[in-house]
């Protein structure tokens, strides 16, 4: 199933506005991760690598890496901003991103430096059809 609360970019990565994390000056922030259909393709997540706190990134830019029992894949950045929060407990328990994909799986939280690109990525709907299950 694909959550409707959710924004999706063309390389399977979801975006949570977390409307309740907007910095001081009102910049939203947003959680980041890859989609179950990502995981799936991927097989058992043994590694996550990704971007320490203070990280600039840009539309398209990878910035981290999940490796698997099957391959190694890059994870690009949806949006552009500055790189707030990394999820730690995968440093432990990558398997999270298996087993848990929208929720204890997310991998970082970016404050964007551009928030009307929200509006560029697919919603529900237009990431089902990007992996034909519409």
Request: hydrophobic residues 35%.
């Amino acid at each position: 199933m694909i959550p409707d609360d959710l924004r999706y970019s063309t390389d399977h990565e979801w975006i949570r506005h977390l409307a309740d994390t907007e910095n001081t000056d009102g910049t939203p922030v947003v959680r980041v991760g890859i989609t179950d259909y990502a995981q799936n393709s991927l097989g058992d997540i043994v590694f996550v690598q990704m971007p320490e706190p203070g990280t600039t990134v840009e539309v398209g830019d990878a910035i981290g890496e999940v490796e698997s029992t099957k391959s190694v894949s890059d994870i690009f950045a949806p949006v552009a901003g500055t790189v707030v929060t990394r999820n730690d407990a995968l440093d432990g328990s990558p398997e999270l991103v298996n087993s848990d994909p929208y929720g204890d799986g997310w991998m970082v939280e970016i404050e964007l430096s551009q928030p009307d690109q929200l509006g560029d990525l697919l919603d529900a709907a237009g990431y089902a059809g990007t992996i034909g299950e519409n």
